[in-house]
């Protein structure tokens, strides 16, 4: 199944063709997906300027092999695309992030987890292949074993190397429904127990947890069925993560698990009121809600957000070395106090390349917690709160996603990340800077 392998490489060879035109032109260039930006929007956000190669056609999947348990896509490809084809045939991605819209180039490119990550790492982790169009305009295929060091940089380069054109990535065994448990906790110490001797049995296909306050803890562990005995939906009038501290299991289809926090984009929807209400939500839900949606009107109002010079809420994801997650919770329960907290295991099997050898010795781990953090204001002219996160992650030894505000100075920046790794890189694929450097494109804004 697929498409015409040609009608791939007419596209190729047309975002090739206009890239070589924009060589020697000193003009910021952005890849221009089509759709929304999972980017949290930013007050006058000078990205949204620089001229746009389009590459919004790269939405087809080239072939399913049921047997060999492997998809080759292009890069526009939604998730919610992706997991109903695949599913005809028992299978799913690896690892599928938890907003519909999320495509499979932004999941390589920048940051992909969700609650097989305690086993399975990120979504980049099950890809086998890479097709880049370079900034020279060249088509460049890479992998482990062909050019290990451009396959791994890809991932986290957020759009300043080439053109993510196609990739090929492993599947894995599903089945119609998951059966869901909720394991509620008072005390932070049991939660943190269950938690990792869950991860370390690897009992349960999929292990996530949701804080919704310092003494509420809840863990939800799923499994794979084959029936089920009802069917529970979040999709317009009743709300996932509000369900976790009500029921203590809970049956859902396999892609409406996958999706859970779509509807309300984790707990954004909070943040418009009302939207919460079950009377706004059957009259308005249709047209507002869903991460599409909400992003959507997001994007709308960044005008307006500009204008009144209002700091973006606080919307990032945070990786905390495991060991050192117990002192960075009771630092944040203590001095940030935003909740609900979604709180994701994640394996790296080895540091990426991206990631500085002085950085990666501060780890210490091969696992972390993923904090979610979605939404808390971040008006006080005393205190920036997306700085204060930033720099205590750093301090506990992890790393944080560059999708929203980023505060490191250039020197603070190349400590953490690999300057060596990304100029070789760099050079390799965008020697005359067709596409901006890491650091300039994720620090226009402050």
Aim: charged share 25%; aromatic share 12%; with cysteine.
């Amino acid at each position: 199944m697929g498409i015409d392998i040609s009608a791939h490489a007419q596209q190729v060879a047309r975002i090739a063709s206009e890239i070589r035109d924009k060589i020697g032109r000193n003009e910021p260039v952005r890849i221009d997906k089509g759709g929304v930006s999972h980017f949290v929007p930013l007050p006058g956000d000078p990205r949204k300027q620089a001229r746009p190669i389009d590459i919004s056609q790269l939405r087809n999947v080239i072939s399913i092999d049921p047997e060999r348990r492997i998809c080759v896509a292009e890069p526009g490809v939604t998730f919610a695309e992706i997991v109903k084809l695949t599913l005809e045939h028992g299978l799913v991605p690896a690892v599928v992030p938890e907003l519909e819209g999320i495509t499979l180039g932004g999941a390589v490119a920048g940051c992909s987890i969700e609650s097989t990550s305690y086993r399975l790492g990120g979504f980049h982790d099950s890809c086998i292949e890479y097709e880049i169009v370079s900034g020279e305009g060249e088509v460049v295929t890479c992998s482990e074993e062909k050019d290990p060091l451009l396959f791994h940089m890809i991932h986290g380069s957020y759009g300043t190397l080439g053109v993510l054109t196609r990739l090929t990535f492993r599947l894995v065994p599903a089945k119609p429904y998951v059966h869901l448990e909720h394991r509620r906790f008072e005390r932070f110490d049991d939660f943190m127990r269950e938690m990792n001797d869950r991860c370390r049995a690897a009992d349960y296909e999929f292990i996530d947890g949701i804080i919704h306050g310092p003494n509420s803890f809840v863990l939800c562990l799923g499994q794979y069925v084959d029936k089920a005995p009802y069917l529970s939906s979040y999709r317009w009038l009743d709300i996932y993560y509000k369900s976790t501290l009500a029921r203590s299991e809970d049956y859902l289809t396999t892609p409406d698990y996958f999706f859970r926090y779509d509807t309300e984009c984790h707990w954004l929807s909070r943040t418009v009121p009302g939207l919460e209400s079950k009377p706004v939500r059957f009259l308005l839900g249709r047209q507002v809600l869903g991460s599409t949606n909400l992003i959507r009107w997001s994007n709308r109002l960044d005008k307006l957000i500009g204008t009144v010079k209002k700091r973006p809420d606080v919307v990032c994801d945070y990786f905390v070395p495991l060991h050192n997650f117990p002192t960075f919770f009771e630092w944040y329960a203590k001095d940030f106090d935003f909740w609900p907290l979604w709180v994701i295991p994640y394996r790296m099997p080895r540091p990426y390349p991206w990631i500085s050898e002085e950085h990666a010795a501060r780890m210490g781990d091969e696992m972390f917690v993923d904090c979610a953090v979605y939404g808390k204001e971040n008006g006080d002219p005393r205190v920036d709160w997306s700085e204060v996160l930033e720099k205590k992650t750093y301090e506990m030894g992890g790393i944080k996603t560059l999708i929203s505000r980023n505060h490191h100075s250039e020197d603070e920046f190349w400590r953490i990340f690999d300057r060596e790794h990304y100029q070789a890189a760099k050079e390799r694929l965008d020697p005359r800077r067709v596409f901006p450097g890491l650091y300039e494109k994720m620090h226009r804004t402050a």
